[in-house]
């Protein structure tokens, strides 16, 4: 079954681009040129994947974003951001939202589709069991879930693969570069200072002391959580 893409753009230009291209592609593509309705659009629609503006003139992406990260329907939806807003602190606030991509205007089509299929990659199996489990969490990979005691956590496609990658190599250092390339591949544009969103907020989510910051060298994730310690 072919992925749904959902486009939220109001440039008419842009939007009739990016819906030319994704049907050659073979995506299934909706759509819709204004903010309002966007997450009753999102939750009729129940696309693979979101495309997002973020200036809009009837609405703000951000706060879409915001709100489609709220809804359990629809809040793991994968969650590209596209926008005029370049800077580092903009991409920061983006990811911290709940963004999996930030996609800077102008921007070649054909990346947009390589960081879409990026997305739609299978989580890599690392050595090991389906289910993973520690300190209260589990992490089941064949149905992409993860429950802290007992209670399903929401997190995004992204968050999931760094919980996935960390959790099934318990004990080990890795960089941020390491996770970087892990988890979006060799070919990124984002910086480190994404992995620390994202670990910042599994951190939030999972309520727990699993995950750790090891001084000048990266994060690592324990089998047992502690009160305090690293940071």
Not at 38 to 63: F, Q, T
Not at 91 to 106: C, I, Q, S, W
Not at 130 to 157: D, F, H
Request: hydrophobic share 40%; charged share 25%; net charge neutral.
């Amino acid at each position: 079954m072919n992925k749904k893409i959902l486009l939220i753009e109001d440039d008419s230009d842009l939007f009739g681009l990016v819906k030319y291209n994704l049907e050659k592609e073979g995506f299934v593509f909706c759509g819709a040129q204004t903010g309002k309705g966007a997450v009753d659009l999102c939750r009729s629609a129940r696309p693979d994947l979101l495309l997002l503006d973020i200036l809009l003139p009837d609405g703000d992406g951000l706060d879409i974003c915001r709100r489609i990260r709220q809804d359990p329907e629809i809040g793991s939806v994968p969650i590209i951001f596209l926008t005029a807003r370049g800077s580092e602190s903009d991409r920061v606030v983006g990811l911290e939202l709940g963004a999996n991509d930030y996609m800077v205007k102008p921007f070649f089509v054909r990346e947009l589709v390589a960081r879409i299929r990026l997305q739609f990659r299978q989580i890599q199996a690392a050595p090991g069991a389906v289910l993973l489990r520690a300190g209260g969490v589990e992490l089941n990979r064949s149905r992409c879930e993860v429950l802290r005691n007992g209670k399903p956590v929401p997190l995004t496609a992204t968050e999931f693969r760094v919980l996935e990658y960390l959790m099934g190599r318990p004990g080990i250092v890795f960089s941020r570069g390491q996770l970087l390339d892990a988890v979006w591949g060799g070919d990124h544009a984002i910086t480190d200072r994404a992995i620390d969103v994202y670990i910042l907020r599994l951190r939030q989510k999972l309520e727990s002391g699993l995950i750790h910051s090891v001084r000048g060298f990266g994060y690592m994730f324990e089998a047992e959580p502690h009160a305090t310690g690293r940071r």
